[in-house]
């Protein structure tokens, strides 16, 4: 059973940074993309990063370019999702999930296993 387990979230001011991780369980990390999503208070889920677990290449959503990174750990078979230059409207619940193949993607519905999120809180 593969299975993401966020943790990181938290309370921070405007401005702040906070590190989200994300550890899978259940397989080998390897030939198959990792992403980072958010569902904020009232909004759609809409997708924030995305990494490749072979290369670590990465794709960002235009409103966090310059602000988040996403990386990975091969041996800890874990992601991170570091994030600086916090808003307000950053504020959501996180979520890690996991494709079956290799290519990064910003569609959720090619996620196959999801995280159960971290709320992430920016106060102004």
């Known amino acids: 059973q593969v299975q993401p387990v966020e943790s990181g979230g938290g309370l921070v001011q405007a401005g702040g940074s906070l590190r989200l991780s994300c550890i899978v369980s259940?397989?080998?990390?390897?030939?198959?993309?990792m992403g980072w999503f958010r569902q904020g208070p009232g909004k759609e889920r809409e997708f924030v990063a995305a990494?490749?677990?072979?290369?670590?290449?990465?794709f960002y959503a235009d409103f966090v370019k310059g602000r988040f990174t996403a990386s990975r750990d091969i041996v800890k078979n874990t992601i991170y999702l570091q994030m600086h230059s916090l808003k307000p409207e950053d504020t959501a619940v996180y979520y890690c999930?996991?494709?079956?193949?290799?290519?990064?993607?910003?569609?959720?519905?090619?996620?196959?296993?999801w995280g159960q999120g971290t709320q992430v809180t920016v106060s102004s």
């Open positions: 990494i490749s677990g072979l290369s670590a290449s990465t």
């Open positions: 259940g397989r080998t990390f390897g030939n198959y993309a």
């Open positions: 999930a996991a494709r079956d193949y290799l290519p990064i993607s910003r569609i959720s519905s090619d996620y196959r296993y």
